[in-house]
């Protein structure tokens, strides 16, 4: 039943990203309307932000070349920036302008993606303005759907791997801790085993010293 289930959620998840596509809109930025792509992803507003960075690097592009996560800090009205981006389909670098948010409260696990396009100094660029570029931005966020499903499972995997990992250490230190649990009962098997010897020799003791006290007593004055 599991199993049945987990495939028709595959298909579904296909299904949907094989119709997924971005959409030309407007959204405000800096208090202004400016010309926007928008998709909408099947996952969470963290899952989409790696995967933005994840096909900014297929470009040629690193983002974090001022050291790890610092384009989480450059953002300017919730927008992550992207300066002197190459786009597979115009050769002419431009700046990329993302904005990810979750979908809505009920659905955590969604997340809208907007992405705005310029040439610098927020010079933002619309279809109109210059088709050419709008379009190979557009294709290149529609190529967020294709790959994101991968990308997820990538993850996914990732993450198991990193709980098998975590559960071998912890097998692995339950089995070290045996050894030096049995080590400690072997020990205390030997102090055990010593201490009923020392107690033989201490009644042996006890016994010759009471006889001791007992010819003591005997060999009194006015004993008979």
Sequence with gaps: ???ILLL????????????????TSTVSYN???RPAMVLQLPYSESVAEDFIVANLKKTGF?????????????????????KGVTLPEYITPVDLYFKVDQRSKKLKDQSTI???????????ISLDGDENAFLAAKHFLNGFVSESATFKQNLDVEAQENVVKNA???FTKLQEDEKDIMKKIEQLQNDLKNNRADQD??????????RKLTEMKNKMPGQL
Excluded: C, H
């Design 1 to 3: 039943m599991k199993k």
């Design 8 to 23: 028709s959620l595959t298909a579904l998840l296909i299904t949907y990203l094989g119709k997924a596509q971005s959409y």
């Design 31 to 33: 208090k202004m309307q």
């Design 62 to 82: 690193e983002p974090e070349t001022k050291g790890k996560l610092f384009w989480k800090k450059n953002t300017i009205d919730g927008y992550y920036i992207f």
């Design 114 to 124: 907007a992405m705005l396009v310029s040439r610098g100094d927020e010079n933002f």
């Design 168 to 170: 071998e250490k912890k």
């Design 201 to 210: 020799k201490q009644q042996s003791v006890i016994s010759d010293e009471r």
